[in-house]
């Protein structure tokens, strides 16, 4: 077996010429269920092997050597530490003009990173792919946990839309979120959604948008590794596709709940580096014009 290449070969941890960077964030603490997706970073790194994938994207853009590895934050004794690090550590890449990809971890993760986007003093529009809408205000008496992600984030200021995709869990304590933020919280549950996803045309054209995937939002045919896997998802190509035709500046984006306790094949593994690839490739696309 030769020695694995990292994520198809895109990673350096020299200069680069674009603003991509990668870091992972190996916590799951904040998990209500199942431990395990800590290990999503690794996995996802190692599993995207440049023995089996070469570094351009499907839109045709060659990314060999062009993103920063930042390597892996751990959790620190409590959330609260542990979020302010990860805030910390996304501040200074926004400010700095980068636009991070970051593999998780578990949903909770997130809020911190969207959290640092005030820093941008810009409006921004939050994407989020899931089989959960993650709208517990807490959730078994914890406001950090993963299924408290969308709370969260509508919460801060200078989210302007909060567009939710895949959608197959909601209950009612949830659902009053739709009442309290009406303007702002969009849902699409997947039955409605067609083959073709949304263009999202209530998202200005060249908004800042920030894309946040959680596993769970496919099909558990497409990533079986999650802790929460729900039937009824959405597919690759769906997914891949809609990354791709994007009408806004992307700001930064994670895949989240990869659980390489519960995969096959490293399936999950390689479908998440797949799509921070692309979002990758799209931001760099963007980035040229
Ligand atoms: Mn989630």
């Known amino acids: 077996m030769p020695k694995t290449i990292p994520f198809a070969g895109c990673f350096t941890e020299g200069e680069t010429e674009t603003p991509l960077v ?27 092997d440049g023995n ?109 839309s909060l567009t939710q995709l895949g959608i197959r869990t909601m209950n009612a304590v949830q659902s009053s979120y739709l009442e309290r933020y ?10 409605e959604l067609p083959a073709e996803l949304p263009d999202l045309d209530h998202i200005p054209e060249d908004a800042l948008v920030y894309i946040t995937i959680d596993m769970d939002g496919f099909d558990p045919a497409f990533a079986p590794g999650v802790s929460h896997a729900v039937p009824g998802g959405l597919s690759s190509r769906q997914v891949l596709d809609f990354i791709q035709q994007g009408h806004w500046g992307l700001a930064g984006m994670d895949v989240v709940e990869v659980n390489p306790s519960r995969d096959t094949n490293d399936q999950t593994a390689i479908l998440a580096a797949r799509l921070l690839h692309e979002g990758m490739g799209y931001a760099a696309l963007e980035d040229e014009d």
């Not at 351009?56 to 751990?74: N, P, Q």
């Open 52 to 160: 089996c994938f070469n570094a351009t994207t499907e839109s045709g853009v060659d990314l060999e050597g062009g993103v920063v590895d930042l390597g892996d934050r751990y959790p620190a004794e409590t959330w609260e530490e542990s979020a302010h690090a990860y805030k910390e550590h996304a501040e200074s890449l926004f400010d700095d003009g980068k636009i991070p990809f970051i593999a998780g971890g578990d949903h909770a993760v997130t809020i911190p990173i969207v959290e640092a986007l005030a820093i941008l003093e810009q409006p921004v529009h939050i994407i989020q792919v899931d089989a959960h809408p993650d709208l517990y205000p807490d959730f078994e008496g914890n406001r950090f946990s993963h299924a408290c992600t969308g709370a969260r984030i509508l919460e801060m200021d200078h989210v302007a």
């Open 182 to 191: 009406p303007d702002r919280l969009v849902v699409v549950e997947a039955r």
């Open 22 to 48: 990668f870091f992972g964030l190996a916590d799951d603490t904040q998990s209500s269920y199942l431990g395990g997706c800590a290990d999503g970073p690794r996995v996802i790194r190692s599993a995207y």
